[in-house]
């Protein structure tokens, strides 16, 4: 069995400022994560993922995110955000053969 | 390349009708997925497709829904009735690789049933 939460269903922040998403999973097997983002009226778009390589992960648009597996967190992170990061995030976790699961969705606002 | 591609984007139907939706993957991939999102629920996973064949329909919430892959290229999602709980957005991904890992989502169908 898998699961995966998301702690936060609404973020917001100022242009230029750190952004934080932060997810949470359980496996019954070695997993594998991912975050997608979803722009309005746009489709699902792959950030990142964490197939058992490095455990920090850099993806698009200046996103990374670290898998540690102590903590069974892979959150999402970016050092500055942009106006064109306000979209849905959304954690997912698959393992081989399993069915993927994904997380609730965190809505990110960016101020001006 | 084209990415996954989905027909209609928006549908509104009424209770009792039936209506169709298509998924177009990406050229080549033998993988296709359905998924649902319900409005203020997680994505969920419908079913799974390997060419032509279902590899898991698990998810698939009753026997109204019926999803089909004839030749093992684009897909339909047929919903005969249907209900008002079926609203929501219907999403087709594709993968090369069956274990799941980097599917290409499209755009999805927004499905509104009055």
């Known amino acids: 069995a898998q699961s995966v939460t998301q702690l936060d269903s609404h973020v917001s922040v100022s242009e230029g400022t750190p952004v934080l998403l932060r997810c949470n999973y359980s496996?019954?097997?070695?997993?594998?994560l991912f975050w997608y983002v979803q722009h309005p009226n746009k489709g699902l778009q792959l950030l990142l993922k964490?197939?058992?390589?490095?455990?920090l992960v850099k993806g698009i648009n200046g996103f990374e995110a670290e898998f540690k597996k102590s903590e069974t967190s892979f959150h999402l992170t970016k050092p500055s955000a942009h106006m064109s990061d306000a979209a849905e995030y959304f954690c997912v976790v698959s393992a081989v053969y399993q069915k993927v699961t994904f997380g609730t969705g965190t809505k990110l606002q960016v101020i001006p | 390349e084209a990415g996954v591609t989905q027909f209609p984007s928006h549908s509104v139907i009424e209770k009792g009708q039936t209506v169709t939706l298509r998924c177009d993957p990406i050229s080549g991939h033998d993988n296709l997925y359905w998924y649902r999102r319900v409005m203020g629920k997680e994505i969920k996973f419908l079913l799974h497709f390997v060419k032509e064949s279902k590899q898991d329909e698990s998810g698939m919430p009753n026997n109204r829904f019926l999803a089909e892959r004839t030749g093992g290229t684009y897909s339909t999602l047929k919903v005969q009735p249907a209900e008002l709980e079926d609203s929501g957005v219907y999403f087709c991904a594709s993968s090369q690789d069956s274990r799941g890992y980097e599917q290409y989502f499209g755009p999805g169908t927004r499905l509104t049933v009055t």
């Open positions: 496996s019954s097997y070695s997993p594998s």
């Open positions: 964490y197939t058992s390589a490095a455990t």
